[in-house]
C-alpha cells in the first residue's frame, strides 16, 4: 500500500535561497492539495489541483510561493527567497473525487522546513 | 476569526474509559466534517467523517455524533487505549468537500494513561 509520500521530510535553509518540496499522490488519487502547519495549529490549505489544473491558488501565502503539478501526478511546492516567517510543517494531501459526494484527503508524512 | 474550534487543548483519560473531543463551528455551509488522528513528526491520519445529512457514524471503536442546530461535533472513542493518544483534529469543509479545502481546529491533544 503507497501511501502519500513526500520528499524531503526535513529542510534546513538559510534566509533568501530557494526551496522545493516534492509530493507524490496515492496513484489513483485526482486531486492534490497542499497544506502549512505551524506550531500549535491545524493544517492551513494553501492550494489545490484537479489533475493538472490548478483550481484554488488564492490562498498561497504570498507571490514567493508556487505550485505546480504539470503531468498530473506528483507535485512540487516552491518557496523563493526564504524568510523565517516560512518556517513550518509543509504537508500534502490527495484524494479521489469520481462524482460522488464527499471527497475524503488523505496527507503524507510532512516536509518540516526551517529557515536559519 | 476561526470557523472551526477545538476549546480543549487537551485530554487526559485512563486506559478502557471513553475519550470524547468536542468540536464547534459556526459556518452554517459547512456539510461534512473529518477527524483526523496526528502523531508526532507524521502527516495527519483520516480517522471517520459524517456528511450534514446524518447525525452519527461508526466505525469500530470511533463514533462521530453531528448537531446541526447546535453545530457542534464530537468523537466518542470506546474503549481508549494507550495508543490512542495523539492530537486530533476536526476539519470541515462545504459541498461535501468537492470544493478543495478543509478547516481545520486546532486540535486536542489526548493522553489516555494505562
Known amino acids: 500500500d503507497t501511501g502519500v509520500s513526500q520528499d524531503p521530510r526535513h529542510k534546513i535553509t538559510k534566509r533568501g535561497q530557494n526551496v522545493t518540496f516534492r509530493c507524490d499522490p496515492i496513484?489513483?488519487?485526482?486531486?492534490l492539495y497542499w497544506y502549512r502547519q505551524t506550531l500549535g495549529q491545524g493544517p492551513e490549505f494553501l492550494t489545490y489541483?484537479?489533475?493538472?489544473?490548478?483550481?484554488?491558488k488564492s490562498r498561497l501565502l504570498s507571490d514567493r510561493f508556487s505550485a505546480e503539478r504539470p503531468k498530473g501526478s506528483f507535485s512540487t511546492l516552491e518557496i523563493q527567497r526564504t524568510e523565517q516567517g516560512d518556517s513550518a510543517m509543509y504537508l500534502c494531501?490527495?484524494?479521489?473525487?469520481?462524482?460522488?459526494?464527499?471527497?475524503?484527503?488523505?496527507f503524507g508524512p510532512g516536509t518540516r522546513l526551517t529557515v536559519l | 476569526d476561526q470557523q472551526v474550534k477545538q476549546n480543549s487543548p487537551s485530554l487526559s483519560v485512563q486506559e478502557g474509559r471513553i475519550s470524547i473531543l468536542n468540536c464547534d463551528y459556526t459556518n452554517s455551509m459547512f456539510d461534512y466534517f473529518l477527524w483526523y488522528k496526528k502523531y508526532p513528526a507524521e502527516g495527519p491520519t483520516f480517522l471517520i467523517s459524517?456528511?450534514?445529512?446524518?447525525d452519527k457514524n461508526e466505525d469500530g471503536r470511533f463514533t462521530v455524533f453531528l448537531n446541526k442546530s447546535a453545530k457542534h461535533l464530537s468523537l466518542h472513542i470506546v474503549p481508549s487505549q494507550p495508543g490512542d493518544s495523539a492530537v486530533y483534529f476536526c476539519a470541515a469543509s462545504n459541498y461535501g468537500g468537492s470544493q478543495g479545502n478543509l478547516i481545520f481546529g486546532k486540535g486536542t491533544k489526548l493522553s489516555v494513561k494505562p
Open positions: 459524517i456528511s450534514s445529512i446524518k
Open positions: 489541483f484537479q489533475n493538472e489544473a490548478q483550481l484554488e
Open positions: 494531501a490527495s484524494s479521489l473525487l469520481n462524482g460522488g459526494t464527499t471527497d475524503t484527503q488523505y
Open positions: 496513484s489513483e488519487h485526482n486531486r
